[in-house]
């Protein structure tokens, strides 16, 4: 059963019509342009649609707890059908057994080694109390990445996308993963982490202000929610969700963030949270910005009006991942819906849409540090294969990738990062990887 957040933890903030700036005209721009485009009637039927669906929804899943989240073991994944459709149905698996557990767990040995021996130049987030490494090359990460089972796995999940714009050998060379460079995750035993509350990646305020990225939402947005393909790539892969520069963005189009363990999770011992939901879950989210809140019973979707006078966008800061709280999107029922994901142990991955609403549990009562490798599922679109021939350049050079080039800090008080992984003490030779990985790592040779 799950570990669901009934008592909402303080450190994770709420957002309420009180967050509005009446002097960013842009949002309001930006709101009132949206709603002449597909007209408030539209709107309307889309919202009462969605909360409808949305009540069945939040009921499922307060019932099922985290047994909502398909769980199969790799051989499984790659061979079932079945397995396939689960997952698409879901927007999130776990896979187990992608890594064998005794490699997994010898990975994790090797790593904390690596950081011991080069402590004076590894630097990491929150800086007093380092959670996640700024570290993107290290010889773990890289080999753990490029393991042909890993990659299958990443190819598979690009192949439960579908993109109505290319013909099925296009479409096979696009589900070819690129290895898009991020970061990894030890947290210690009672070490608190309040920075990751529920919230959606890949942008927040370009998902409606960038036109391409709106196009993925067409079919919401037109009233017909129900037809709305999350799994639809023509317009989402020309889509900026870097559009607002800031620290939490992401320059290329994951298909699905992935997590690879390194040690045991259970719930409760720091992991992932999410709500195991994409499709209504979605709509909603994207709907929410253009409706204020009756004065009575907030549950009654039809009591609830089209919002055109204000800029506000709930939970949604242009430099920020879009943030979810139970004040800003009361029909998600967060306290019931948002729940720890099943046990994980080494080399057991889970992935969860790009679009998936999710957190990190802020405290870990587990007997041992919690250890995870964040590797995405990141198709081979013409912008993502852009990226990653650069991040080659950059990994050659030993220079932190794009996305990454900055440390803690916002406008002019980024901080550019000195760290040089090419130079550390045991940096893996790249001559030592495959030329599958090299190639899905950016190499073009």
Avoid at 18 to 33: G, R
Avoid at 135 to 142: G, H, I, M, V
Avoid at 295 to 309: H, I, L
Wanted: aromatic share 10%; hydrophobic share 35%.
């Amino acid at each position: 059963m799950p570990s669901k957040t009934t008592s909402w933890p303080s450190g994770w903030p709420s957002f309420t019509p009180k967050d509005n700036d009446p002097t960013d005209t842009f949002q309001k721009d930006l709101k009132a342009s949206i709603i002449a485009e597909y007209g408030a009637d539209n709107l309307k039927v889309a919202w009462i649609k969605t909360c409808n669906a949305l009540s069945e929804v939040t009921s499922r899943l307060a019932s099922q707890g985290n047994t909502s989240v398909p769980i199969f073991q790799a051989d499984d994944a790659l061979s079932d059908s079945k397995a396939l459709d689960a997952m698409r149905e879901a927007g999130c698996c776990i896979i187990r057994g992608v890594i064998p557990k005794p490699k997994a767990t010898q990975y994790f040995e090797d790593l904390k080694t690596f950081i011991a021996d080069n402590k004076e130049t590894v630097t990491g987030w929150p800086a007093k109390s380092v959670a996640i490494y700024h570290l993107y090359s290290s010889p773990t990460q890289l080999k753990i990445k490029t393991t042909p089972r890993h990659l299958q796995i990443q190819r598979l999940l690009n192949s439960l996308w579908t993109d109505s714009s290319l013909s099925s050998v296009e479409q096979a060379a696009q589900n070819e993963p690129i290895l898009y460079p991020d970061g990894l995750r030890i947290r210690q035993p009672r070490q608190e982490f309040l920075g990751l509350g529920p919230h959606i990646d890949g942008g927040s305020l370009s998902r409606w202000a960038d036109r391409s990225y709106r196009k993925t939402y067409d079919a919401i947005l037109s009233g017909k929610p129900e037809e709305y393909d999350p799994y639809d790539m023509a317009y989402r892969k020309l889509a900026n969700p870097a559009m607002f520069p800031g620290g939490a963005q992401c320059s290329v189009m994951r298909a699905f963030q992935g997590w690879t363990a390194f040690t045991p999770c259970k719930p409760g011992e720091g992991g992932l949270m999410l709500v195991p939901n994409l499709k209504v879950v979605t709509a909603y989210m994207i709907l929410r910005p253009f409706f204020k809140a009756p004065e009575g019973d907030w549950r009654n979707a039809e009591s609830w009006e089209v919002d055109d006078e204000s800029g506000w966008f709930p939970g949604t800061y242009r430099w920020d991942s879009q943030l979810l709280s139970p004040e800003s999107h009361p029909h998600l029922y967060l306290k019931d819906t948002l729940m720890s994901v099943p046990d994980m142990e080494p080399g057991d991955t889970i992935w969860w849409h790009t679009d998936m609403c999710h957190a990190v549990e802020t405290t870990h009562n587990g007997p041992g540090p919690a250890s995870v490798c964040y590797i995405p599922a990141a198709p081979s679109t013409p912008g993502n294969v852009t990226y990653i021939k650069q991040h080659w350049k950059d990994l050659v050079a030993g220079v932190p990738p794009e996305d990454y080039k900055y440390l803690d800090g916002a406008g002019s008080e980024l901080v550019l990062s000195q760290q040089n992984e090419r130079k550390m003490k045991g940096a893996l030779s790249l001559d030592d990887i495959s030329v599958e990985g090299r190639r899905a790592l950016g190499d073009v040779c």
